[in-house]
Structure formats: structure tokens, C-alpha cells
């Protein structure tokens, strides 16, 4: 008779059932896929095994940690383990396996991770506009002329207007990515000063006016967005990884 995998009000549930209740949720291939990410990191950590992991620098992820989360008093500390349901050893082995993530990623990135930054800088490269959206060309040649000028502020115009929502917040659509404005727009912002209004311009049977709020080129120097990036660069890798490998699911009760 097969093990039981869980105990449910006294009634045992073999890993195979288990198994046929994630199927019929619709969980399992994410509850697979998970199993062979973890797979392939320990494989990846195995061969860390026989390298030098600097003790120190574990230690002091481990105070890093604690300051974080304002743990630094033993016995609030205490608490958080008690409550997390954790010994001192097995956070600590918790933080050193991070640790030992975090050197593999970058053992695995690193070498990339600047092609990949131009690779994706089209992308990461934004804009702040602010625009004004009319379906007659008529006002919105008069907007403009109006804007040039200078009988009515853009801010004004965009409240009276436009027909979108951010008319409440003057025409303000906050940070847009270079890389996703229409064709028609791409050539011409980053050569725009902020200030300067584009347009007309239709898009998508309206006409448009934008003002350039502020242009903000990403930085390889960005420490948030480098490891934004080696998280991307290192997802990649897995998801490589994990076509590579072969799976046969076998349930025998």
C-alpha cells in the first residue's frame, strides 16, 4: 500500500491523489514546473559545493536582514523566528542558500548583463508626456494654434477637451516607455525638448497633441535596474534550462 503524502482529518492521501486534485484544479503543471526550477538550481548549486562561499559575507546578509526588518533586538528577533516557525540554524542555513543563489546568478549573468542592458535599453529608455485627445482635426489644429499662441495654457485645453481620462490631471499620462509609442511618435520624441508640444498626430481614428513632460534614458549605472536586469537575464537562463530537460510524470496508485 502506498505512503500517504498528507493526513487529512485522519483520512490518509497518497501523493498520487495528491497529485490528481492539482490536475482537476488546473494547478499541476505550475506545481511541476516549480519542482523542476528547484531541480535545476540544485544542480547549479552542487557544483558551488567545492567553491570557497565567503562566510563573512553570509554573516553579514544575515545582519543585513535583520536591520531590514528592524530585528536587531535578540528578542524581537526571537519572536520572528517563533513565529515564522523557524530555528536560528535553519534561517540561517535559509540565508546562506540565498546567498549561494545569488553568486550563481551572478556567475551566470554577469558576462551578459551588459549586452543585455543594450539589447533592452529601447525598452527601458521612458518618457513623461502629457496629451490632449480630440476626434475632430479641426480643434485640434485650433488647440494647437491656440497652444503656439499662446491664448490658452496646454494644461487648460486638456481639462476642457480631451476626451480621455487623464483630462482631470491636465493631460498628465506620467512615464511611458520609448519603445511602446506609436511609429509615429518614436522618431520624433527623443529629439524633443521638454516643454515642446508634438502633434497632430492620429492615432487610432483621434487627434492627438503631446507635450514632452521629461525624457529619463535608462542607466547601466542603476543599481535597481541591474538587478532588475539580472533577474530578467537569470529567468531566461532557467527557462532555457528547463527545455532542455525531458519529464515523464509516473503515478503508481
Not at 146 to 156: C, P, T
Not at 162 to 181: D, H, W, Y
Not at 206 to 222: K, M, N, P, T, Y
Request: aromatic residues 8%.
Amino acid at each position: 500500500m502506498a505512503q500517504p503524502f498528507l493526513v487529512v482529518n485522519d483520512e490518509p492521501i497518497t501523493l498520487g491523489q495528491s497529485l490528481r486534485y492539482l490536475q482537476s484544479s488546473g494547478k499541476l503543471q505550475s506545481f511541476i514546473g516549480e519542482m523542476l526550477r528547484q531541480y535545476i538550481l540544485d544542480k547549479e548549486l552542487a557544483s558551488l559545493e567545492n567553491q570557497n562561499i565567503n562566510s563573512s559575507a553570509v554573516e553579514q546578509a544575515v545582519i543585513n536582514f535583520r536591520l531590514e526588518r528592524n530585528l536587531s533586538d535578540p528578542q524581537a528577533f526571537q519572536q520572528w523566528l517563533d513565529s515564522n516557525q523557524m530555528s536560528y540554524d535553519s534561517f540561517h542555513q535559509q540565508v546562506e542558500m540565498g546567498f549561494k543563489r545569488e553568486t550563481l546568478k551572478l556567475s551566470i549573468v554577469q558576462s551578459q548583463l551588459e549586452a543585455f542592458f543594450e539589447e533592452r535599453k529601447p525598452f527601458l529608455d521612458t518618457v513623461i508626456l502629457s496629451r490632449i485627445v480630440v476626434a475632430d482635426y479641426e480643434l485640434v489644429e485650433t488647440l494647437h494654434r491656440r497652444i503656439l499662441e499662446e491664448e490658452a495654457r496646454f494644461e487648460q485645453l486638456a481639462r476642457e477637451y480631451s476626451l480621455t481620462p487623464e483630462r482631470s490631471v491636465n493631460g498628465m499620462m506620467g512615464a511611458v516607455s520609448l519603445a511602446t509609442l506609436p511609429d509615429s511618435l518614436k522618431a520624433v520624441i527623443p529629439g524633443t525638448a521638454p516643454g515642446q508640444v508634438v502633434g497632430p498626430v492620429e492615432i487610432e481614428g483621434r487627434w492627438c497633441l503631446f507635450r514632452v513632460e521629461q525624457l529619463i534614458e535608462a542607466s547601466f549605472d542603476d543599481p535597481k535596474l541591474k538587478q532588475r536586469l539580472q533577474n530578467e537575464l537569470f529567468e531566461k537562463w532557467i527557462n532555457e534550462k528547463l527545455k532542455t530537460l525531458t519529464v515523464k510524470l509516473q503515478i503508481n496508485d
